[in-house]
């Protein structure tokens, strides 16, 4: 009989890092493996940002900081939110973790009791389902498809909110989509929200500067519902620091306060050298965070031009992330003579295994029509590993009707 809880007995593998542990393995083992599985900038982190870590350790930073973060950090993070976002958290409304993943753990687990339902945009990223899960509260997920471009309507919201919702949570820039909320598009949802007082906002912003239509908006912005918006970021993405691992969040002062709570029986926080280097890199010096975005639409142009060239992929426009999110449904029920496509999950283990391209499967994200496609990586490897889908699905023919 298995030892473990039954609480992470059902709780399922991030399918994120799970395809990114197996390609791995089939790196490992010799083989060829082009790995577009996990969401995580190539570059380097900017030379400033690192100089400051640097010269933190050089300081002799090497104590336990305040649970919620610095001080001084807290600041900059409160600035950073009138700056970027024209949101006004105060330093104590701000909350520093390590990476975002545990800003939204600490955030669902400070909210949800229970019972209580959270609402998801769908198409959501893994680790949602799992926090939710794990808060014992219950995922109520909005389907919002490819025709949609991913995004859910203002009449989806409404017609899903129920006595027992309790939080409604969305990406924009989205992972898997790349789909993009417009101002009006917030704005709308934000009027929905705002005729339903006990039910918060939990916005996550993670890819905001990697937005390829010329403005991140945060819906912390609308004045009828920002107390209860709890805007999450972090610097994995825009600084390429995800190994750093700093999230942050700005939130009302109660849930401010309970994540701390939370935080300081978990971790303590995150590591004071990464802080240190936060307060660089959440100042004005942008350049190097704005040239990773130009490269990412380069390469968003390029992806979407091979992908496009596939008969049967369905592939709509990202409009931010590093993400395509191609519909692979008129592969089902086809087959290679030894392989047969039932479902997403079987065409991403045979894409892995037949041209060693690894992707995600859309049905960890909520959907089970598309599989995700990271496109962080140089130019040359995403026109290989596309050519190489492109030779896999020309393998695969309609299986005969018996
Ligand atoms: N939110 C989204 C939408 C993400 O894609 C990620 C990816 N890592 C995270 C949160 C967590 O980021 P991190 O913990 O690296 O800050
Ligand atoms: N967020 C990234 C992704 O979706 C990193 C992996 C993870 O944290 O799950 O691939």
């Known amino acids: 009989m298995t030892k473990i809880s039954d609480r992470l007995n059902n709780l399922a593998e991030s399918a994120t ?9 089939l790196k490992n083992e010799g083989k060829d493996v082009i790995a577009l599985s996990l969401g995580e900038p190539d570059f380097e982190t900017p030379y400033h940002i690192r100089e400051a870590a640097k010269a933190a350790i050089d300081a002799g930073h090497n104590k336990y900081t305040p649970v919620n973060g610095l001080v001084e950090l807290r600041k900059a993070i409160s600035n950073k939110f009138k700056r970027d976002n024209g949101l006004d958290y105060s330093h104590e409304q701000i909350v520093v973790s390590t990476g975002a993943k545990q800003s939204l753990a600490n955030v669902i687990n400070a909210l949800v009791n229970p019972g209580d339902e959270v609402i998801v945009a769908s198409p959501f990223w893994v680790s949602y389902a799992a926090q939710v899960q794990l808060a014992e509260g219950k995922l109520v997920e909005l389907h919002a498809g490819i025709d949609k471009d991913f995004k859910v309507t203002p009449e989806m919201l409404e017609s899903a ?9 969305y990406s924009s820039p989205c992972n898997p989509t790349g789909a993009v909320y417009s101002k009006d598009e917030l704005e709308a949802l934000a009027n929905v929200i705002a005729k339903h007082e006990r039910i918060f906002v939990l916005a996550d912003e993670i890819y905001e500067h990697i937005n390829f239509i010329g403005g991140h908006e945060s819906i912390g912005q609308f004045e009828n519902i920002k107390d209860r918006v709890i805007t999450v970021n972090g610097l994995s993405k825009g600084f390429a620091m995800t190994g750093w691992r700093l999230g942050y969040i700005g939130a009302p002062l109660e849930v401010a306060k309970a994540c701390t709570k939370m935080q300081g029986q978990i971790t303590s926080g995150t590591s004071v050298i ?19 975005r130009e490269a990412f639409l380069r390469r968003r142009n390029l992806v979407l031009d091979l992908l496009g060239k596939i008969p049967g992929l369905k592939v709509n426009v990202p409009e931010g992330a590093f993400y395509v999110f191609p519909d692979a449904s008129a592969f089902f029920g086809t087959s290679t003579g030894d392989t047969t496509i039932n479902n997403v999950d079987d065409l991403t283990m ?3 295994q037949d041209c060693h391209v690894a992707v995600v499967t859309g049905s960890a994200f909520g959907n089970p029509n598309c599989f995700r496609i990271s496109y962080a990586a140089a130019d040359e490897v995403l026109v290989e590993a596309v050519d190489r889908i492109k030779q896999s699905l020309a393998k695969l023919q309609p299986v005969p009707v018996a």
């Open 17 to 25: 890092l799970k395809m990114a542990a197996l390609s791995r393995e």
């Open 161 to 169: 909110i129920t006595d027992k919702t309790k939080v409604f949570l």
């Open 274 to 292: 990464t802080q240190m280097a936060a307060i660089t890199a959440l100042g004005d010096n942008l350049e190097r965070t704005f040239q990773m």
């Open 350 to 352: 045979y894409l892995l």
